[in-house]
């Protein structure tokens, strides 16, 4: 296993820019998740590392080495695939005993690794069935099975449980996770769900239009997102934005929203005046009758362990997660407090967070990012 | 009530399954169209196995007795002697023997029958193969690379199928002559797997971009490079695909009879342009004409049986999918 590391990768299709310029290291056994939209140049970017694709700029280290140009074969990496690529006209011995053959392993030690591998993704009853006839969550085993045996330097999964119906999901997300947790890959997992990401990765590469708009932790994402992209991607229902106009000075701890004070972790920037948005997560809002925010009940929607109500206020739709007991009637008016030291600020016109007390550390390593691309753009 | 008894009757005019009066009229008008067609391959059967009288006689006989004088003039040459030297003989060795004898006739040696028919097989499975494996890599370059002008090479490789081919038969003669490849199984060969190559580039390209290109790109992944994952995966994948082509291909460079009358006299010579010249050797003798087209529709009749899912799901390729 060995780790990757990405510095400035960049890929341009003609015009049509894919990936502008991504940097980051999967450390040693991480599991990382590239997480977006359709589009977004997650699948590019995973492509690259495979060497499916080549780079327009920007290099890749895989265990150190330079692979940058290096022909997808010589990686030493595994790729599962979206619609698995199963070999058709082969069973699932030789569809797992494969990637061993080009290598020159002998066949008994094929054989023997085979049948290892398939014990550990428990489909050892059906290594002589033809593929063609497997159901999805076995086509997917066998997918892992081709992809473990060979003991790679690293897996890339693009979207493998894409095509899997929702129930098989939650059963292949847990079967992933507990297969990483057992032989600590290296792994790089694309997917366009949060839920996928939120639950498996270690680490979580938030991209948008071919830019890395977030790479942390899953709970540094939910909690301390970098901008109202990741805000709003992350999240179910996502972050509440509630727009206001002002300049905000350093060390500012009260937002002024529809004539209201609201509270919010302290400022550590000033905030030039413009459009402004206070992002709130739906479970960090509570009602209270002594809050001056006040709003109108639209809708409830009843989720058993708790219920999402919808409120409508001067500065839009507010979504809440509140406890399923009581039962609320539209057109109430209500009062919104919210849970002050958990509230972003974000500057509309870039959609950054507002560096505070909460998002400290997010936003150094952003500016660090920035600063050494600033560098590197003088002295190139 | 009456909606309940409705129902079957909606189901009867289903619009995806045709009525079985519908399947039964289309069954038998099939059926009578297969009859049609077969009429003349019949024929020829029937006359292989005529006498020459009963061959030209009119009205032509349904009924009569087999003979396999048609088969023993096609494989051998003979000459005319007089009844007196015929007597003279010992007993016939064999059914032609004594076939031939009673035309007043000996055998005097084989025809060119079987050389020509080898010539034939050499050619048309050699000029298959050649056209369908360059059709297969070009097909596959197509399919998956950048080509520069990517569509105008492919209908530059389809108009050569734009005119008759026969229509470029004295450049071809020329240039043929200069080149020493007249009356050659290779110029033939070369031939026929231009004309056939365009047909085979346009055909496997259909095939190999239903392939998913992920397949190719697993195998580069599990250490292969990209000629071996051509080798081990897309041409296994391909084989539908390449049946359908290679029969194509074969049925024409089989068939072809244009170019191989006029390039071809002597040793390279085909069976379609030599089969005609039987006729002339004593008599109007259709049965060794017929014999010689009966057994030259054999290797193709085997290749098609042979090949025949491959063929069916071939040419209803995109339209079902496997």
Known sequence: MAEIRVDHLRKAFGEFVAVQDSSFTVEDGEFLALLGPSGCGKTTTLRMIAGLELPTGGAIHLGGEDVTYKRASERDIAFVFQLFALYPHMNVRKNIGFPLLSQGVPKAEIKRRVEETAKLLQIDHILDKSVSGLAGGDRQRVALGRAIVRRPKCFLMDEPLGTLDAEFRDVMVRELRELHNRIHATTVYVTHDQIEAM????????????????????????????????????????????????????????????????????LRADVAEGELALGVRPEHIRFSDASPLRGAIYGAEYLGTNQIVTVETAGGLVRARLPAERSYRIGDRVGLAFVADRLSLFDCRSGRAVPSVLHEGVLARDTRHREMRDLEAHHG | MSTTKAAPAVTAHSVVEPSLRTKRIAGALVILYALITLVPLVWIFLTSIKSPPDSISYPPKILFTPSLEGYCNLFTTRTRQTPDYIAALPPPSGVCDAVTRERNMVIAGPSNFLP?????????????????????????????????????????????????????????????????????????????????????????????????????????????????AFFKVVLPQATTGIAATAIFCLIFAWNEYAFASLLTSGSAQTAPPFIPTIIGEGGQDWPAVAAGTTIFLVPILVFTILLRKQLLRGITFGAVRK
Do not use: C
Not at chain 2, 130 to 141: D, F, I, N, Q, R
Not at chain 2, 180 to 198: I, P
């Open chain 1, 199 to 266: 639950a498996m990765a270690d680490k979580i590469a938030v991209m948008n239009h071919g830019i890395i708009e977030q790479f942390a932790t899953p709970r540094e994402i939910y909690n301390r997102p970098a901008s109202m992209y990741v805000a709003d991607f992350i999240g179910s229902p996502p972050m509440n934005f509630l727009r206001f106009t002002a300049g905000l000075p350093k060390g500012a701890r009260i937002a002024r929203i529809d004539g209201a004070d609201v509270q919010m972790p302290e």
């Open chain 2, 116 to 228: 020509r028919f080898a010539n034939s097989l050499i050619i048309a499975f050699g000029s298959t193969f050649l056209a369908v494996s360059l059709g297969t890599l070009a097909a596959y370059g197509f399919s998956r690379f950048k080509v520069p002008l990517a569509d105008d090479l492919l209908f530059f490789i389809l108009s050569t199928r734009m005119m008759p081919p026969i229509a470029v038969a004295i450049p071809i003669y020329l240039m043929y002559r200069q080149l020493g490849l007249s009356d050659t199984a290779l110029g033939m060969m070369l031939l026929y797997t231009a004309v056939n190559v365009s047909l085979a580039v346009w055909l496997l390209k259909g095939f190999i971009d239903e392939i998913p290109r992920e397949y190719e790109e697993a195998a580069m992944i599990d250490g292969y490079t990209r000629l071996q």
